[in-house]
C-alpha cells in the first residue's frame, strides 16, 4: 500500500520512540537499525547511525551475514539495534554457538513478526548486558505497542503456548487502541463500528500523531483500512486480539487467516504456539479446509516436523492430539 508519512507523523514518531527508548536522555546513541525507514531515529537524537552490512535490494534480512554483523557491532560499539526475527534468529544461533558476546548492546528492539519465547532467550544470551523488546505495529502505525523479553518468557509467553494468544505489550506513547468486533467488509465511521471490551477478541484498530492516515492516490485502501472519527482516523491493523485488563495488547492472528466454523472462530495464534511447544515439531498452520461434499470450512493444523522426528510422525501426532 502506497503509504503516506507526513513531517509531523514522522515528527511524532520519533517522540514516542525518544520517551519509550529513554534516548533523550543524553545517553550515547550509537545505533544500528536493520530497517532503513528508522535509520532516522538515530540521526534525529544527535546520534551515530551504523548502515548495516546487509542487501536490502535483493535479500531478506535472515540472509545477513552473522559474522559481519557481529564484526560490525564491535567496531563501532553499537548500543541499539532493531532487527526482524528472522536476522535475530540467525545472528543469536551464530553467537551463541560460538560463545560470542555483544557486550555493547544495551537494547535491541525487533520486530515485523511474531517473537517467540525461545528467540527471546537465544537472544538473551548474547547480549549479557542488554534486554530485547519486541514492537508491534505495521507500516502505517510504527510502531504501537512495545513488551520486554523479561515480562514475555516471566508471564505472558506460559499463556501463549497454552492457547491464550499472544501479547506485544501496552501502547507506545500517543497510541490509542480500540477492539472492535470483527468485519470483513468496510467500515466507514467509527460510528459503524462495535467497540468490545476487555477480553473479547476482535479486530485490533489505531489512532495516534505518528500514524498514517491517507495512502497516495488509493481509494480502494482507504475505504478497507481507515475509519473516519470527526477530525482523525483510526487504521485497522489487519489482526484480530483483545485488551486484557491492564490495557496490554494480545494478537491472535490475521484477520484474513481466521478459521470460521459454525460455532466459532479459530485463530492462528491461538493455535499454532500450542502445537509449537513440541520438541519434533519444526513449524505448524492454521488452515481450513474445504470438504469435497460441500460446507463451511474445516480447520485442521498443518505440522512441519524436524527431519529427524519424521519416521515417528504416527506416535508424534498421538502427542500432538492430547496437546
Excluded at 468486533?181 to 500523531?209: C, K, N, R, Y
Excluded at 482523525?232 to 484474513?256: A, E, K, N
Aim: charged fraction near 20%; include cysteine; hydrophobic fraction near 40%.
Amino acid at each position: 500500500k502506497p503509504t503516506v508519512m507526513t513531517y509531523a507523523n514522522v515528527n511524532a514518531m520519533v517522540e514516542a520512540i525518544s520517551t519509550q527508548w529513554s534516548m533523550g536522555e543524553g545517553r550515547d546513541v550509537v545505533d544500528m537499525p536493520t530497517f532503513p525507514i528508522f535509520w532516522i531515529v538515530g540521526m534525529a537524537h544527535g546520534g551515530t547511525v551504523i548502515v548495516p552490512p546487509m542487501n536490502f535490494a535483493t535479500k531478506g534480512p535472515g540472509s545477513a551475514n552473522p559474522a559481519v554483523l557481529v564484526r560490525t557491532i564491535r567496531e563501532h560499539n553499537v548500543r541499539s539495534m532493531f532487527g526482524s526475527p528472522a536476522l535475530l534468529a540467525n545472528l543469536s544461533g551464530y553467537c551463541n554457538q560460538r560463545g560470542i558476546t555483544l557486550g555493547s548492546i544495551r537494547r535491541i528492539v525487533a520486530g515485523g513478526a511474531e517473537i517467540t519465547g525461545p528467540l527471546y532467550e537465544a537472544v538473551g544470551k548474547m547480549i549479557p548486558n542488554g534486554a530485547l523488546f519486541s514492537n508491534y505495529g505495521a507500516t502505517e502505525v510504527l510502531p504501537a505497542t512495545e513488551i520486554g523479553g523479561s515480562t514475555v518468557l516471566a508471564e505472558t509467553w506460559p499463556l501463549t503456548e497454552t492457547g491464550h494468544g499472544l501479547c506485544v505489550g501496552a501502547p507506545m506513547p500517543g497510541v490509542e487502541l480500540k477492539i472492535v468486533a470483527i468485519d470483513d467488509g468496510d467500515i466507514a465511521t467509527m460510528d459503524d463500528a462495535v467497540v468490545l471490551g476487555p477480553g473479547e477478541i476482535g479486530e485490533v484498530v489505531a489512532t495516534s500523531p505518528h500514524v498514517s492516515d491517507r495512502y497516495y492516490e488509493a481509494p480502494n485502501d482507504m475505504a478497507a483500512n481507515k475509519i473516519e472519527n470527526g477530525d482523525r482516523r483510526w487504521h485497522r491493523l489487519g489482526d484480530c486480539g483483545f485488551l486484557d485488563d491492564t490495557g496490554r495488547l494480545w494478537v491472535c492472528g490475521r484477520r484474513s487467516h481466521r478459521v470460521v466454523t459454525e460455532d466459532r472462530a479459530h485463530f492462528p495464534l491461538c493455535c499454532e504456539p500450542v502445537i509449537n511447544t513440541h520438541p519434533e515439531v519444526e513449524r505448524s498452520a492454521l488452515v481450513g479446509l474445504r470438504p469435497a461434499s460441500g460446507g463451511g470450512p474445516v480447520p485442521a493444523m498443518c505440522i512441519q516436523l524436524r527431519p529427524e522426528a519424521r519416521d515417528r510422525s504416527h506416535q508424534i501426532l498421538s502427542e500432538l492430539k492430547e496437546l
